[in-house]
């Protein structure tokens, strides 16, 4: 409960819990997603680059449905009544998701088929409807038919016989109706479109002038059919005999969250195994897309075959499962993309020539040594600005083979298929180190790859850990320990984001290499935290989750309350993907209430309710959406000018203080600190894809008529990358 100041002799009090100051998760994060898709609307946006964001925004949609969704319908099944702090039941998120989601689905396929479908023919990208191909093409079609698709195929009938086929998980299928013409019966099949093919079929390139006659001089035309279409107008191979009478286009998305009992499973692994091969199978469907011109009759029998209600089918004009089209992000036309970026490579790691290969016949040259670097000063990294093989791969790749390196330990989240980083720590196991790596076996949707990875480092002699009971492990860190002529010491890298090659180059994240001898300890006992027993509660540095990072977060609050109330002034300066946290919120409202300024940047969900009257009138929300992904996390707190500036792993979610393992580190060198600092201010500044978040919800788009003064944070933190590098 918090208090305000005394009217007409009376106090008026705020409940700090009342859902009015609260929005709700499920639809801040539906907002979110529709700030990606407005990429795809934005006509500033170069053309496949909108391709790709309605891809991402119909890939996003899909696993909220698979987890969000479909655990929301679980609670209703299980009759939970228990309400959010927005003061909804799950129905009543279930309903409002409905509400919210169909017009804008319905918005991304009509402006697809309205707008960008014409563009992409103005720019020689024809996507063709079977009817539209001449005889030469559909000559082509059926070969390809005969030849490539149709081995593949398998129609299943539905009659007494043959029961409703199991429907898998993200499937886009054709509802066959034909007739047998010798008895006038009617029946129903499904055919399954294989996804092992590519999504879009590609005709034979052609190359045209503008009058239409071939010449060697002119553009290249080029030309798909949907995969679907070119099955659709070959079903007599697959039902020959019978009249084919209609087919119709429809997909599903099934439960695809794992529940996991920890504390049953006696071999983590052989665990998450287990529910892997359940997820293929898929749990209840909790969506269904169709194409809206499909019959009554039809749609009611899948609908009842799928135990869905009608809000739970969304019907769109034209193509089911867009997220295809980031296929199309292939095509070699530079001029439709983005310009290429080429990551930076810092002036620490410019110099240090090639990595030793052989570690027992090495002498590093100490003006070229990666170590000697760090031992020097504090390195700050911003990826994608920065180079993630140039820095951290590089990091990791020396130690492997450094002689002097003993161990290295590391936490691994995500990483790639063909991960640099993981075969680096297997050579630093071939090569004699100790290499201690906790792969978190439950990071959703990578559990596979990295059940992989994990079999593979076992097999050469790395120590392996599953995680902690309970929790996952989403730290970023990785921690190097090499003798030295002064005796052991400890080189560390803190980030914000996964090791992982390929988002690196996608994904805004920061990372901190240092030999800091506290941050070093803190490190070492965090590791011993996560793979044997410790019930460490004390770090000197540290900010860790599920032990101190809330109770750390609120008391830095409380510093900048205090404050204000002394007169000093207040001041915090948050970025981070999300903020859910009740007891977090509660606490920047009442920072809010003592005068404290408070500028957050928040890519997703946010849930605090900004530029509401004695409640959170100091506090201004932006989410900036754009060609990266932002994915750091910044945390800037005043301190009377004393001022303290942290990166980390963590957001500002109960699933992250509370059942995840985290670490937040200080940034403690002065010039790095600032370079912090600018970076916030520059996002802060961003007129060109940052959004306000209004009292009501509802987030406003930045706009600069004059493209002079158009300040994008991405392309402003290119240029002073590229400024550094020269």
């Given at each position: 409960m918090a208090k305000t100041k005394k009217t007409q002799g009376k106090t008026t009090e705020i409940n700090l819990k009342d859902p009015q100051y609260y929005f709700n998760r499920e639809l801040s994060w539906v907002e979110f997603n529709y700030r990606v898709l407005y990429e795809a609307l934005d006509e500033r946006t170069p053309l496949l680059e909108r391709l790709k964001f309605l891809a991402i925004f119909s890939s996003n949609l899909d696993e909220f449905f698979m987890v969000r969704v479909a655990g929301l319908k679980q609670q209703v099944e299980a009759q939970v009544s228990s309400l959010t702090p927005d003061g909804r039941t799950p129905q009543e998120q279930l309903d409002a998701i409905s509400d919210r989601l169909h017009p804008i689905v319905a918005q991304q396929h009509h402006h697809f088929h309205t707008q960008l479908r014409p563009l992409l023919v103005e720019h020689g990208?024809?996507?063709?409807?079977?009817?539209?191909?001449?005889?030469?093409?559909?000559?082509?079609?059926?070969?390809?038919?005969?030849?490539?698709i149709f081995p593949v195929l398998t129609p299943l009938a539905v009659d007494p016989g043959h029961p409703f086929p199991y429907i898998?998980?993200?499937?886009?299928?054709?509802?066959?109706?034909?007739?047998?013409?010798?008895?006038?019966?009617?029946?129903?099949?499904?055919?399954?479109?294989?996804?092992?093919?590519?999504?879009?079929?590609?005709?034979?390139?052609?190359?045209r002038d503008s009058s239409g006659s071939q010449s060697p001089e002119t553009r290249k035309l080029w030309q798909f059919v949907p995969l679907e279409q070119a099955i659709a107008h070959n079903l007599e191979f697959l039902f020959p005999g019978m009249n084919i009478l209609e087919y119709h286009p429809f997909r599903i998305t099934r439960n695809a969250d794992i529940a996991l009992e920890e504390q049953e499973a006696d071999d983590l692994l052989l665990a998450i195994e287990q529910e892997l091969r359940k997820r293929r199978v898929g749990g209840s469907v909790v969506r269904m897309e169709i194409q809206a011109d499909m019959p009554t009759s039809v749609r009611e029998m899948l609908t009842q075959e799928m135990g869905l209600t009608h809000h739970e089918v969304y019907k769109v004009e034209g193509l089911l499962?867009?997220?295809?089209?980031?296929?199309?992000?292939?095509?070699?036309?530079?001029?439709?993309?983005?310009?290429?970026w080429n990551p930076v490579i810092p002036p620490p790691f410019r110099n240090l020539g090639e990595l030793p290969q052989d570690p027992n016949n090495v002498e590093i040259d100490e003006t070229e040594d990666l170590f000697a670097a760090i031992r020097a000063r504090d390195l700050l990294l911003h990826h994608p600005y920065h180079?993630?093989?140039?820095?951290?791969?590089?990091?990791?790749t020396q130690a492997a083979y450094d002689p002097a390196v003993l161990a290295?330990?590391?936490?691994?989240?995500?990483?790639?298929?063909?991960?640099?980083?993981?075969?680096?720590?297997?050579?630093?196991?071939?090569?004699?180190?100790?290499?201690?790596?906790?792969?978190?076996?439950?990071?959703?949707?990578?559990?596979?790859?990295?059940?992989?990875?994990?079999?593979?480092?076992?097999?050469?002699?790395?120590?392996?850990?599953?995680?902690?009971?309970?929790?996952?492990?989403?730290?970023?860190?990785?921690?190097?320990?090499?003798?030295?002529?002064?005796?052991?010491?400890?080189?560390?890298?803190i980030g914000t984001g996964n090791y992982n090659p390929k988002t690196a180059r996608i994904y805004t994240d920061l990372g901190l290499i240092t030999c800091r001898d506290d941050l070093g300890a803190d490190l070492t006992d965090l590791f011993n935290y996560l793979t044997g027993y410790s019930r460490q509660r004390s770090y000197r540095k540290l900010l860790v989750a599920p032990v101190n990072i809330r109770d750390r977060m609120m008391a830095l609050i409380q510093r900048e309350i205090e404050n204000c109330k002394n007169g000093l002034g207040g001041r915090i300066?948050?970025?981070?993907?999300?903020?859910?946290?009740?007891?977090?919120?509660?606490?920047?409202?009442?920072?809010?209430?003592?005068?404290?300024?408070?500028?957050?940047?928040?890519?997703?969900?946010?849930?605090?309710?900004?530029?509401?009257?004695?409640?959170?009138?100091?506090?201004?929300?932006?989410?900036?959406v754009g060609r990266y992904l932002e994915h750091s996390r910044i945390f800037y707190f005043h301190n009377n000018g004393d001022e303290e500036v942290f990166i980390g792993s963590a957001d500002w979610m109960p699933r992250n203080l509370n059942r995840r393992v985290e670490a937040i580190a200080p940034v403690?060198?002065?010039?790095?600190?600032?370079?912090?600092?600018?970076?916030?201010?520059?996002?802060?500044?961003?007129?060109?894809?940052?959004?306000?978040?209004?009292p009501d919800g509802s987030y406003v788009k930045r706009r600069c008529e004059d493209k002079a003064s158009e300040q994008s944070s991405h392309n402003i933190l290119m240029e002073m990358a590229l400024q550094q590098g020269h």
């Open positions: 990208i024809h996507i063709l409807d079977y009817m539209d191909l001449n005889q030469e093409q559909r000559t082509y079609l059926q070969r390809f038919f005969e030849e490539e898998s998980n993200l499937s886009l299928n054709l509802a066959v109706v034909v007739k047998d013409p010798e008895t006038e019966q009617e029946y129903f099949a499904r055919v399954k479109v294989p996804r092992v093919l590519p999504r879009f079929v590609q005709l034979p390139l052609q190359v499962g867009l997220g295809d089209l980031m296929s199309f992000m292939s095509l070699p036309l530079p001029e439709l993309k983005d310009p290429p180079s993630f093989a140039a820095t951290v791969q590089r990091f990791i290295i330990k590391m936490t691994l989240y995500r990483t790639s298929g063909d991960s640099p980083i993981v075969n680096a720590l297997i050579a630093a196991a071939e090569n004699g180190k100790q290499v201690a790596v906790l792969v978190e076996l439950k990071a959703r949707f990578d559990e596979e790859n990295n059940i992989l990875w994990a079999r593979k480092l076992e097999k050469v002699g790395v120590h392996v850990v599953y995680g902690l009971v309970g929790l996952k492990t989403h730290t970023k860190t990785a921690m190097v320990v090499r003798r030295e002529t002064d005796g052991i010491r400890r080189y560390v890298h300066v948050a970025k981070m993907n999300s903020l859910v946290d009740q007891k977090i919120i509660a606490k920047l409202y009442e920072a809010s209430r003592a005068g404290v300024k408070i500028d957050l940047i928040v890519r997703g969900i946010c849930c605090l309710r900004p530029g509401v009257a004695r409640v959170s009138e100091n506090i201004r929300i932006i989410s900036i403690e060198d002065p010039d790095l600190s600032k370079d912090l600092q600018e970076i916030l201010g520059i996002m802060l500044a961003d007129n060109r894809q940052a959004w306000d978040l209004q």
